[in-house]
């Protein structure tokens, strides 16, 4: 008789089970369970920024994943998808691959010459802090009965070096010029694939969902260090429907990995309210020991990764985790990512590059945003409001 575990595969020899199953098998059965991995490699001065993602979709059985460069108003991005089953242990598709050389602290990221967009890179991260973890993002439908986020993830900030190259051009890339952020996460995620077509229509995520409603989200890891050399990071990631929060998850992180949370931030930010991308300011920290902490920000450049090309919120109908082929490669030039027209189609979620200062301490960050509807106190309009 056949066993019905299924078949072991090469994950299986390590000593990390944790379930009484194959590697093969995950602890949900949601199609939205997902494993994610993402990078934001800026310039300093804001002129060029590097994306790169992947995610591996266990219970819909695709990885899919992007790669791109946003420089000035120009973005170019390169998309993947394939068959999880084909190479079920290889961390990539296509042209994209990632490789883990020293967990926790060095890692890889490429993305090869290819026919679909005349950009490339290899680029070798290595931490600046250890890996902080935010709190598990829970979160139910409208009804509260089912869990329609339920994801773990860490962050962590390193310096990076290697080359891109844009149209046959090849840069170096200097630690002293960049920073990078990355994360990982894994569970139930929001937004993947295709909605259920006889289930009732939710308003959690997505562009259809959050069209007609007001919502706020700001996901910002900020990475600083002293004349003295000490380094620490805030982390907040805020999510506001109707004007009221309903996720928030905030940490003062120190370089021997202890963490302070954060009670309460009061953000004093301007936006643009054509583009809805930040134009800087101030925000507040107070923490929960009662110390009240402010960092000023600002927006060099005009670069900034917009995710809509990585499928996040969707694009022209394709999704995250939707299976498209075995491989499939495609990808475009933006030519001007302010252009109206062209950010309705590719949303306002980007990864901003930000210039942080708190006293002596100086330092870089990534700012996501999405606002929608009216939000007088940041100069955003319902007349200008978009996805």
């Not at 562009?207 to 990475?223: G, Q, V």
Request: with cysteine; glycine share 10%; hydrophobic share 35%.
């Amino acid at each position: 008789m056949t066993p019905n575990l299924g078949r072991p595969s090469p994950a299986d020899e390590m000593l990390n089970h944790q379930t009484a199953n194959l590697f093969s098998r995950v602890g949900e059965s949601d199609l939205g369970w997902t494993e994610k991995i993402w990078f934001a490699i800026p310039r300093k001065d804001g002129s060029v920024e590097i994306d790169f993602g992947l995610g591996k979709y266990q219970n819909r059985n695709v990885m899919d994943g992007f790669g791109g460069i946003s420089r000035g108003r120009q973005q170019w991005t390169v998309r993947g998808s394939r068959a999880l089953s084909t190479e079920a242990n290889r961390i990539g598709v296509g042209p994209l691959h990632y490789e883990v050389v020293e967990p926790l602290n060095k890692l890889r990221i490429r993305l090869e010459e290819n026919s679909t967009q005349p950009v490339a890179f290899e680029i070798e991260f290595t931490s600046l802090n250890p890996p902080f973890c935010e709190d598990r993002h829970l979160q139910y439908d409208e009804g509260g009965y089912r869990a329609v986020s339920d994801i773990v993830r860490f962050h962590q900030a390193g310096q990076v070096r290697g080359w891109y190259s844009i149209e046959g051009k090849k840069e170096d890339i200097a630690a002293k010029d960049w920073i990078a952020f990355r994360d990982r996460s894994w569970g139930v995620r929001l937004d993947v694939g295709a909605s259920p077509t006889d289930l009732r229509p939710a308003r959690n995520w997505g562009e259809k969902e959050m069209a007609n409603m007001s919502f706020l989200l700001n996901w910002s890891p900020m990475f600083m260090e002293k004349p003295n050399g000490e380094r620490y990071e805030y982390h907040y990631y805020l999510q506001m429907r109707d004007h009221k929060p309903f996720y928030f998850s905030g940490y003062l992180n120190h370089q021997d990995g202890s963490q302070e949370r954060i009670a309460r931030i009061r953000p004093e930010l301007k936006y643009d309210d054509r583009t809805r991308r930040l134009l800087g300011g101030k925000i507040h920290f107070d923490m929960l020991n009662g110390e009240n902490r402010t960092v000023e920000i600002e927006v060099p450049g005009e670069a900034g990764f917009h995710l809509g090309c990585a499928l996040y919120l969707g694009l022209d109908g394709n999704k995250h985790g939707m299976y498209r082929g075995d491989p499939f490669i495609d990808g475009e030039k933006i030519e001007d990512t302010k252009d109206l027209a062209t950010l309705k189609r590719i949303h306002q979620l980007r990864d901003c590059p930000i210039r942080i200062r708190e006293g002596d301490a100086v330092g870089h960050g990534i700012f996501e945003s999405v606002l929608v509807g009216a939000w007088p106190e940041y100069g955003l309009t319902a007349e200008h409001s978009f996805i």
